[in-house]
């Protein structure tokens, strides 16, 4: 048996059709070429677009805990002990095997059915999993709820190596995300386990971070990097985070006092690292996500400049928050006006128009715009504006 | 990287001369980085920031600084950002623009956030409307109904059509029905199915008579979504009396389900083709346990899941064999 579930090829099919179709806009190719490596290359598996992958996943969403609970509903009459772990292991089963099957069958990669029989699975085995754990280990720690509970590993360390067998295997950017969630959560619960651990984590998760980092990097260059894709950005995005948020100051502060039981954070020691680490590491970010050019840089670091301008507001607030909120879009506006003036059509390698890589293909722009502004509601029945200042529609205090 | 291989590939099958491949290689290594998505985010961001923000200062100094002061500056603002606006204008036309730069765009945005602030101002302080609350709503929902058509604005028709809908007393927003949990009332509800049913009507009118047909999609997103939601929320309130018998309501969601999902089909648009299944797939539902006999205690269930288990299957194929269904057009 194969260690990927789905065939290799649809993999390089779609990285064929999307990078023809890309040169093929940019006019690289003519229409004559771009067709004939379409019909080289054609796409020999199944899956729709954006929404109906989403109904694809909500309905086999249903399906499934329809069949769970009718195999509930036969199962309470013959199993009264373990009724929970019999069930979670045949419901498991019974995922995976119409998984497998109608990957074979029908050709779907990644069409939403198949990601949700593959979470409906892996859900399954994480509470069978917890529950065998749960009646192995002594009563006395069941309930010691932290991440420091020695037996913990008992259950992240099999889960683990279930999830990466199936990331392996299946290729899903959700799953391998849980991979390296567990990874970490492994990391933590270890760390704590040992003298000094505690004060050192920020710098472990720092150094696994790199480490996961290098890993991504060296796992670019095998011929079957096409196959895992869309797993090895996400992960980039999430190494990219964990970095940020092991230095970030907030971060680490309340984790501190939440790992020590406290009920108030109080000052850490080295602070001032952490100040220059929160400030400097989306800086960084951006910077090399201009330079290189990277996406997941640039996107990560300024979501990741974000969480530091709030960092910054929570411990010292420097400006009123309405003044704050003003001089902010006083000067995003500023900023973005001249950057889209300045780089059209294109300087340094960065220009303001659009792209041609990807073809916008719906238009949400104007369902959030919708969804954020703020007109004036018709009062209720009943209700007079009256003398006060702060009737009726003040609406706009929501930002 | 990829291109790398793809490259060789090609040209090893011979579907690529090597001079076109060489000027895809300089092509993959020069095409500059668009920031344009991440600008326009954050054009947004700050006009939404300034204008909140600017909002809240409002009410909260209104006893420190000068009400014309105040006032003075925001229509400077607003008669600015209106002005640049227009200066940009491209010519009008029933067909979309393709406009030089979407800064204006951004701009004209920020003007007709500040009317709405301004306007809410001169209400609360001034009573400047007295008390027809009506006008209050319907004087932005024409305003920017107009800006819309003229500048050729969706944001801006999103904006109008929400107006329109607070004019109405229903709110329009995507997420409104997880934000507000009361915000259908039944006495409310035959208005806001109402109003979905002319919003996607419109739609429909848009593009079929291939006036501003790129509205279309706003329209009935907004409209369809409406009327649905409000229909689907009275179908199941048990405790106000329905303001449509739930027979007729039932008919209605599912006759504009089917409505959507044709309109997909023409359309090969896999978002209504969602919302009429989702809609239609309640509807069918709560049909069939409004039905079903729970006397029967367990066989009911039974039945109840069996029904859950072959819908769902039934929907999956419906979806996967859409692709056919959708172009059979």
């Known amino acids: 048996m194969s260690l990927k579930a789905y065939n290799p090829a649809w993999a390089y099919q779609e990285a064929m059709q999307q990078a023809a179709a890309r040169w093929h806009r940019r006019g690289l190719l003519t229409a004559e070429q771009h067709q004939a490596i379409r019909a080289r290359y054609p796409l020999e598996f199944y899956r729709p677009g954006l929404f109906l992958r989403i109904g694809l996943f909500l309905f086999t969403c249903i399906g499934v805990a329809g069949a769970a609970g009718f195999l509930a509903l036969i199962l309470s009459d013959v199993v009264s002990s373990s009724f929970l772990k019999v069930l979670a292991f045949l419901c498991a089963a019974g995922s995976l095997a119409v998984l497998e099957m109608s990957i074979r069958g029908s050709r779907i990669y990644h069409a939403g059915a198949d990601n949700a029989l593959l979470y409906c699975c892996l859900g399954w085995v994480t509470v069978l999993f917890t529950g065998v754990v749960y009646d192995v280990i002594p009563v006395a720690s069941r309930h010691y709820e932290s991440l420091g509970n020695p037996y913990l590993q008992l259950a992240l360390g099999p889960l683990f190596v279930v999830f990466l067998v199936a990331t392996i295997r299946y290729a899903d950017r959700l799953v391998a995300a849980a991979t390296y969630l567990l990874l970490l959560l492994l990391v933590v619960n270890a760390a704590l386990q040992v003298p000094y651990g505690q004060a050192l984590l920020p710098f472990v998760l720092m150094l696994v971070a790199v480490g996961a980092y290098w890993l991504v990097r060296q796992l670019h260059k095998r011929p079957d990097y096409l196959y895992y894709r869309s797993c090895l950005t996400l992960l980039e995005v999430l190494v990219l985070l964990t970095f940020y948020a092991a230095g970030n100051y907030y971060v680490v502060r309340e984790a501190n006092a939440m790992l020590s039981g406290a009920f108030t954070s109080t000052q850490i020691p080295l602070a001032p690292v952490f100040y220059a680490l929160t400030a400097g590491i989306p800086l960084y970010y951006i910077v090399t996500g201009l330079r290189r050019p990277s996406r997941i840089w640039l996107l990560t670091g300024l979501l990741t400049a974000v969480c530091s301008v709030a960092t910054l507001r929570y411990y010292r607030s420097l400006l009123p928050p309405e003044i704050a909120a003003v001089l902010a879009g006083v000067v995003l506006l500023a900023v973005a006006a001249w950057a889209a003036r300045y780089l059209r059509p294109e300087r340094h390698g960065l220009t303001s128009l659009p792209d041609d890589e990807q073809p916008p293909h719906f238009n949400l722009e104007s369902l959030v715009v919708a969804q954020t502004a703020v007109v004036p509601q018709a009062p209720q029945p009943g209700f007079e504006f009256g003398g006060g200042q702060f009737g009726g529609g003040g609406a706009e205090s929501t930002y | 990287m990829i291109p790398e ?6 040209q090893n ?33 700050g006009i939404t920031l300034l204008t909140g923000g600017l909002g809240v200062l409002l009410y909260q100094h209104l006893s420190e600084i000068g009400h014309g002061v105040i006032i003075g500056s925001m229509v400077l603002l607003m008669a ?58 319907i004087l932005p ?16 028709l999103a904006m109008s059509l929400t107006a329109l809908a607070s004019w109405v007393g229903v709110s329009i927003a995507p997420l409104s029905a997880f934000t507000e949990n009361s915000f259908l009332s039944s006495r409310l509800g035959g208005a806001a199915v109402l109003l979905g049913l002319l919003l996607a009507g419109v739609g429909f009118y848009s593009d079929f008579a291939d006036r501003k047909r790129h509205f279309a999609f706003t329209y009935i997103s907004l409209g369809a979504n409406l009327a649905l939601l409000a229909a689907t929320v009275s179908l199941f309130d048990f405790y106000l009396s329905s303001f449509l018998p739930n027979a007729v309501l039932v008919l209605l969601i599912l006759a504009l389900s089917a409505g959507l999902v044709w309109y997909a089909r023409l359309r090969h ?20 346990f409004h039905l079903l006999d729970f006397n029967d205690g367990e066989a009911a269930i039974m039945l109840g899941l069996f029904y859950f288990m072959g819908s769902a299957v039934a929907v999956i194929l419906f979806f996967v064999n859409a692709k056919k269904f959708l172009r059979l057009a």
Do not use: K
Not at chain 2, 80 to 92: I, L, M
Not at chain 2, 269 to 288: P, R, W
């Open chain 2, 80 to 137: 600015a950002s209106f002005g640049y606006a227009a200066r940009h204008r491209q010519p009008f036309t029933w067909g979309q623009t393709r406009p030089v730069s979407f800064v204006p765009d951004y701009i004209l945005l920020l003007g007709c956030l500040l009317f709405l602030a301004l306007e809410t101002y001169l209400q609360v302080q001034y009573n400047f409307f007295g008390s027809r609350y009506g006008l209050v709503t």
């Open chain 2, 141 to 156: 929902a024409a305003l920017f109904l107009a800006l819309a058509y003229s500048f050729d604005h969706r944001g801006v």
């Open chain 2, 13 to 45: 099958a011979e579907l690529l001369p090597a001079a076109q491949a060489a000027a895809i290689r300089e092509d993959e290594r020069t095409r500059p980085f668009s920031l344009h998505y991440e600008l326009r985010a954050g054009l947004y961001l």
């Open chain 2, 5 to 10: 291989q793809l490259l060789t590939d090609l």
């Open chain 2, 269 to 288: 648009s896999y978002l209504f083709l969602l919302m009429g299944a989702v809609y239609g797939y309640i509807t069918v539902t709560y049909l069939f």
